[in-house]
Each structure stands twice: as structure tokens, then as C-alpha cells.
């Protein structure tokens, strides 16, 4: 018995999507993967879901735009959520404005894919915004605890940092140094 040979005899298999390498490489951060990936294929509990299900009365969003809260709002389109992005843009080096969710997905699918410092810098980069800003969001919704922006983006650049930091320093170069620095 095998439990490989089990799992594939009961499960359909899927053609690979093309983000399956932004979420999962060899330097995720398990429980960040896991957010990204329930973000990416839209399964996160997001106000306007909740109101459709009547478990909500009102879909605004938890950071207070006024804007009914959906994932595509929420990652990025959102001022709260954006000027978290538009710094860690910034921190990789990425100068181009802020996309809708699926574009921004697109573009880290076609320009994070592959396991080149930068690469794994922006995809490190995705996954620890989309998840803190979850985690800001509920602790908001559930908990009325607040963080500014700042904050949000010092725990982003800490996790990034803190992974980056475990890399093989072999791969280290006058670039990675450069864009280390920031971070």
C-alpha cells in the first residue's frame, strides 16, 4: 500500500494553472501560500460572500472607504489596502501602477515565476501582503484592533526579510544586496 498511489487512484487531475509557482516554491511561507491561494481561486469569506449567504446585513469595508468590501477590492483597489502594495512595490524594485487582482496575478504569474532572487522576493512579497492584510481585516471585523498602514507594512517586510535571509548566500549578488537593503 501506498499512500501517493491512494491519493492519485481518487483524485482528478488538473492541468497546472498558471500561478501555481507564485504560491507554491520552495520559500513559502505555509500558512501565507495557503491565504494567497485561497485569495487566488476566490474562496475567502469576504463581506459581499457573507451577504449573500445572509449571514451580513452590510458588505463596507473593514478598512472604512465606503467601497463594499470584495476580494477584488480588497487586494488592491482598496486606499488602505493600495498604499500597503503600492510600498512593497515599491521595496521590490516594481515601478508600474497598482492592477485589478486578477492583472496583478497575471503579472506575478508572467514576472515572479521561476526561483531567482527577485523572483522570490516578489512572490514572497504578494503572499505576505495578501495575508497580512487578511489578518488586518479580521482583527478589524472581529477583534475592533486597528493598525495603520505602516504597521501592516512592517510585518510584511519582516516576514520577506526574515525568509530572505535563510536563501543560499551563494546566490547573493550586487542586485539581491541592493534590493536586501531596502527591506
Same mark, same amino acid.
Given at each position: 500500500?501506498? =499512500? ?10 488538473? =492541468? ?39 449571514? +451580513? ?33 515599491? +521595496? ?17 504569474? =508572467? ?8 523572483? =522570490? ?44 535571509? +535563510? ?17
Amino acid at each position: 500500500f501506498s =499512500t501517493s498511489r491512494a491519493w492519485n487512484s481518487i483524485r482528478t487531475v488538473s =492541468t497546472q494553472v498558471a500561478w501555481y509557482s507564485v504560491v507554491w516554491h520552495p520559500y513559502s511561507i505555509p500558512k501565507q501560500a495557503f491565504c494567497l491561494w485561497m485569495t487566488i481561486r476566490g474562496a475567502l469569506r469576504t463581506k459581499d460572500k457573507l451577504v449573500a449567504m445572509g449571514v +451580513l446585513s452590510n458588505a463596507n469595508c473593514a478598512f472604512h472607504c465606503g467601497e463594499p468590501e470584495t476580494r477584488d477590492h480588497l487586494f488592491f483597489q482598496c486606499p488602505y489596502s493600495a498604499s500597503v502594495w503600492k510600498e512593497i512595490l515599491g +521595496l521590490c524594485q516594481i515601478v508600474r501602477p497598482i492592477l485589478p487582482w486578477q492583472d496583478e496575478v497575471d503579472w506575478m504569474s =508572467t514576472y515572479a515565476t521561476g526561483n531567482q532572487f527577485h523572483q =522570490t522576493l516578489r512572490k514572497l512579497a504578494l503572499a505576505a501582503s495578501v495575508y497580512h492584510l487578511w489578518i488586518e481585516r479580521n482583527n478589524r471585523c472581529f477583534r475592533n484592533q486597528f493598525l495603520p498602514s505602516q504597521d501592516i507594512i512592517g510585518k510584511v517586510k519582516r516576514d520577506v526579510r526574515d525568509k530572505l535571509a +535563510l536563501r543560499n548566500s551563494a546566490q547573493r549578488s550586487e542586485r539581491h544586496e541592493s534590493l536586501c537593503v531596502t527591506w
